[in-house]
C-alpha cells in the first residue's frame, strides 16, 4: 500500500533541493508526494532559521498538524509529523519538549536517515531527534533527485558554511564547509541533462568556497567544475548560488570571460557599505574588496547583472555607515537584491553585542535602501526593452498559447508562442517591462538544445 507524503518548505533553494532528496529516499520506503495536505499519511515541515520568528512560525504550523492529526484519529486513520531543516538542527529536543507531538526531528545532515527514523517510530512511543553531523555524508546515501521537476535544475555541490558572519546562524545550523567530490557532481549533472535539464544552478551555503575531489587526487574550485559541467551535452545554462566576495578567486573570474553557458547573473551578498559594520560583521572583506571583485567581473563578462543581500541596523550602525551602503549601491548598480533589517539571532555573537539599532531606525533605513534598489531594478528591467535575448521556457502561462520563461538575467519573460514547449531555448525581443516580468514577442524557432544561451 502506498503512503502519502506532503513536504512543506521553507527558506532557501538548499532546502528546496533538500526536500526533493527526501521525497526521493521515501519514495524508496513506498511514500508518493502528494500537494494535499488532506490526503497525507506523513507531513514533512522542512524549516528555515536565518530570521527572527522562524521558530515560532514552525510551532504555530505544527499546531495546526496535530488538529488535523487529531481529526485523523478520530475517523480512525493517522498522521505522522517530522520537522526537518535549520529549525530542527538549532531546537533539537526543546523541539520535543515544546511540541511533543512530534514524531521525528531531523537534521540536515541526517535525511538519509528519515526512513529509518520513520520505520523505528512505529516501535517506540516518544519521538525520535537526529541532529548529528555524522561522519558519513549524506550524499552518498540519498538517491540522486531522479526527475527534475522543469527544465531548470538544483544541484548541491557544496554545504555548510566557516565563514562565522556574527549575525548568522547557518555555521551553526548546517555545520563545516563540506564539498562533494566532482565525480558525484559531474555523474549527477550529466543525469539531469539525460532526464531533460537543459539548466543546473548549482547550490551551497558558501558556493564558492567549493573545493571538491578530483579523480587525479587534487582538488577543484568552483571554476574548474564549472568548465566541466559546460561540456555536458544538453547543459545550455549554469548558475550558482550563494557566493562569498571572499572566495571569487582568478579561475571562477576566468570561467565567467570563458564559459558562454555561465549565465551573466551573480547573486554576491555584501550586507553592508560600511568598512566598520563590514568588521563588526566578520565579512573578512571591505567595501572597496567587493567594488574591485565587481569590477574585474565585469571586466571579464561586460553583460554581467549582479544581485544582492543586504543587512540594516546592525549593532552600531550609524548614519554615515549607512549611507555609505547607499553609496555602495549607487556605485555598482545592482539588478536586484535582497534587504532586511537587522535581526538577532540567538547564539551568534552579533545578538549580544551593545548599541542595538532601534526598531523605527531599521525601518527607516530599509525603506530608503529599498526604494533605490528598487528604482535600480526598475532601470534594469526597462534598459532591457528593445534587446533581443536568450529565453528559456518553464511553463504555460495564464491565457491560452502564451509562456513563461526566464531571461539570462533570471527576469521572467511573458510571451506569446503556442508552438512552443517547456526547456525550449527561443530569441525574444523584449517589448515591454512590467512590475516584476518583462513581455517579449518571439523572434526565432526554438534552438536545437544542448547549444549555449
Ligand atoms: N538578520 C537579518 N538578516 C539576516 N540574514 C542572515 N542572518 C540575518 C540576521 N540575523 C540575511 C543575510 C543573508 C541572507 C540569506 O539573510 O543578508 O545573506
Ligand atoms: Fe552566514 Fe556569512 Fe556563512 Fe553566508 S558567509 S552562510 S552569511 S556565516
Same mark, same amino acid.
Given at each position: 500500500?502506498?503512503?502519502?507524503?506532503?513536504?512543506?518548505?521553507?527558506?532557501?533553494?538548499?532546502?528546496?533541493?533538500?526536500?526533493?532528496?527526501?521525497?526521493?529516499?521515501?519514495?524508496?520506503?513506498?511514500?508518493?508526494?502528494?500537494?494535499?495536505?488532506?490526503?497525507?499519511?506523513?507531513?514533512?515541515?522542512?524549516?528555515?532559521?536565518?530570521?527572527?520568528k522562524?521558530?515560532?512560525? !514552525?510551532?504555530?504550523? @505544527?499546531?495546526?498538524? #496535530?488538529? *488535523?492529526? /487529531? =481529526?485523523?484519529?478520530?475517523?480512525?486513520?493517522? %498522521?505522522?509529523?517530522?520537522?526537518?531543516?535549520?529549525?530542527?538542527?538549532a531546537?533539537?529536543?526543546?523541539?520535543?519538549?515544546?511540541?511533543?507531538?512530534?514524531?521525528?526531528?531531523?537534521?540536515?545532515?541526517?535525511?538519509?536517515?528519515?526512513?529509518?527514523?520513520?520505520?523505528?517510530?512505529?516501535?517506540?512511543?516518544?519521538?525520535?531527534?537526529?541532529?548529528?553531523?555524522?561522519?558519513?555524508?549524506?550524499?552518498?546515501?540519498?538517491?540522486?533527485?531522479?526527475?527534475?521537476?522543469?527544465?531548470?535544475?538544483?544541484?548541491?555541490?557544496?554545504?555548510?558554511?566557516?565563514?562565522f558572519?556574527?549575525?548568522?546562524?547557518?555555521?551553526y545550523?548546517?555545520?563545516?564547509?563540506?564539498?562533494?567530490? !566532482?565525480?558525484a557532481? @559531474?555523474?549527477?549533472? #550529466?543525469? *539531469?541533462? /539525460? =532526464?531533460?535539464?537543459?539548466?543546473?544552478?548549482l %547550490?551551497?551555503?558558501?558556493?564558492?568556497?567549493f573545493?571538491?575531489?578530483?579523480?587525479?587526487?587534487?582538488?577543484?574550485?568552483?571554476g574548474?567544475?564549472?568548465?566541466?559541467?559546460?561540456?555536458?551535452?544538453?547543459?545550455?545554462?549554469?548558475?550558482?548560488?550563494?557566493?562569498?566576495?571572499?572566495?571569487v578567486?582568478?579561475?571562477?573570474?576566468?570561467?565567467?570571460?570563458?564559459?558562454?553557458?555561465?549565465?551573466?547573473?551573480?547573486?554576491?551578498?555584501?550586507?553592508?557599505?560600511?568598512?566598520?559594520?563590514?568588521?563588526?560583521?566578520?565579512?573578512?572583506?571591505?567595501?572597496?574588496?567587493?567594488?574591485?571583485?565587481?569590477?574585474?567581473?565585469?571586466?571579464?563578462?561586460?553583460?554581467?547583472?549582479?544581485?544582492?543581500?543586504?543587512?540594516?541596523?546592525?549593532?552600531?550602525?550609524?548614519?554615515?555607515?549607512?549611507?555609505?551602503?547607499?553609496?555602495?549601491?549607487?556605485?555598482?548598480?545592482?539588478?536586484?537584491?535582497?534587504?532586511?533589517?537587522?535581526?538577532?539571532?540567538?547564539?551568534?555573537?552579533?545578538s549580544?553585542?551593545?548599541?542595538?539599532?532601534?526598531?523605527?531606525?531599521?525601518?527607516?533605513?530599509?525603506?530608503?535602501?529599498?526604494?533605490?534598489?528598487?528604482?535600480?531594478?526598475?532601470?534594469?528591467?526597462?534598459?532591457?526593452?528593445?534587446?533581443?535575448?536568450?529565453?528559456l521556457?518553464?511553463?504555460?502561462?495564464?491565457?491560452?498559447?502564451?509562456?513563461?520563461?526566464?531571461?539570462?538575467?533570471?527576469?521572467?519573460?511573458?510571451?506569446?508562442?503556442?508552438?512552443?514547449?517547456?526547456?525550449?531555448?527561443?530569441?525574444?525581443?523584449?517589448t515591454?517591462?512590467?512590475?516584476?516580468?518583462?513581455?517579449?514577442?518571439?523572434?526565432?524557432?526554438p534552438?536545437?538544445?544542448?547549444?549555449?544561451?
Amino acid at each position: 500500500m502506498t503512503k502519502k507524503l506532503f513536504i512543506k518548505t521553507y527558506g532557501c533553494q538548499m532546502n528546496v533541493y533538500d526536500s526533493e532528496r527526501m521525497a526521493g529516499a521515501l519514495s524508496a520506503h513506498g511514500y508518493a508526494a502528494t500537494d494535499q495536505i488532506e490526503d497525507a499519511d506523513l507531513v514533512v515541515l522542512n524549516t528555515c532559521h536565518i530570521r527572527e520568528k522562524a521558530a515560532e512560525k !514552525v510551532y504555530s504550523e @505544527l499546531g495546526r498538524m #496535530r488538529l *488535523l492529526r /487529531d =481529526q485523523r484519529r478520530a475517523g480512525g486513520s493517522d %498522521l505522522t509529523i517530522a520537522v526537518a531543516g535549520c529549525v530542527a538542527q538549532a531546537e533539537g529536543e526543546a523541539m520535543l519538549q515544546r511540541a511533543p507531538f512530534i514524531d521525528v526531528v531531523v537534521g540536515p545532515q541526517a535525511y538519509h536517515r528519515l526512513p529509518e527514523m520513520l520505520a523505528q517510530r512505529g516501535r517506540v512511543a516518544s519521538g525520535i531527534v537526529d541532529t548529528d553531523f555524522p561522519v558519513e555524508s549524506k550524499f552518498d546515501e540519498l538517491p540522486a533527485v531522479s526527475t527534475p521537476s522543469g527544465p531548470s535544475a538544483f544541484l548541491t555541490v557544496q554545504e555548510g558554511c566557516d565563514k562565522f558572519c556574527t549575525f548568522c546562524v547557518v555555521p551553526y545550523t548546517r555545520g563545516a564547509e563540506t564539498s562533494r567530490p !566532482v565525480a558525484a557532481i @559531474l555523474a549527477e549533472a #550529466r543525469q *539531469l541533462a /539525460d =532526464q531533460g535539464a537543459c539548466e543546473i544552478t548549482l %547550490l551551497g551555503q558558501n558556493v564558492n568556497a567549493f573545493h571538491g575531489q578530483a579523480a587525479d587526487g587534487g582538488t577543484w574550485g568552483l571554476g574548474r567544475l564549472i568548465r566541466s559541467l559546460a561540456e555536458i551535452e544538453g547543459l545550455a545554462r549554469i548558475r550558482y548560488t550563494t557566493s562569498h566576495p571572499r572566495d571569487v578567486d582568478d579561475e571562477l573570474i576566468a570561467a565567467h570571460r570563458d564559459v558562454p553557458q555561465l549565465m551573466p547573473f551573480l547573486h554576491l551578498p555584501v550586507q553592508s557599505g560600511s568598512d566598520t559594520i563590514l568588521a563588526a560583521m566578520n565579512r573578512k572583506h571591505r567595501a572597496e574588496d567587493y567594488l574591485r571583485i565587481v569590477d574585474r567581473l565585469r571586466e571579464a563578462r561586460p553583460d554581467l547583472a549582479l544581485s544582492s543581500d543586504f543587512i540594516v541596523g546592525f549593532p552600531g550602525e550609524t548614519d554615515q555607515d549607512f549611507e555609505a551602503t547607499l553609496r555602495l549601491v549607487e556605485q555598482v548598480r545592482f539588478a536586484q537584491a535582497f534587504s532586511f533589517k537587522y535581526s538577532p539571532r540567538p547564539g551568534t555573537p552579533a545578538s549580544l553585542m551593545k548599541k542595538q539599532v532601534k526598531e523605527s531606525v531599521k525601518a527607516e533605513r530599509l525603506a530608503a535602501l529599498q526604494e533605490l534598489l528598487e528604482r535600480q531594478r526598475r532601470s534594469f528591467d526597462e534598459n532591457s526593452v528593445g534587446v533581443r535575448m536568450d529565453v528559456l521556457i518553464e511553463r504555460d502561462g495564464r491565457d491560452p498559447g502564451s509562456k513563461v520563461g526566464r531571461s539570462p538575467w533570471l527576469q521572467i519573460v511573458h510571451l506569446d508562442g503556442p508552438d512552443l514547449s517547456v526547456g525550449d531555448l527561443v530569441t525574444v525581443e523584449i517589448t515591454g517591462s512590467h512590475p516584476r516580468s518583462l513581455a517579449g514577442r518571439l523572434v526565432s524557432p526554438p534552438e536545437k538544445r544542448g547549444r549555449a544561451a
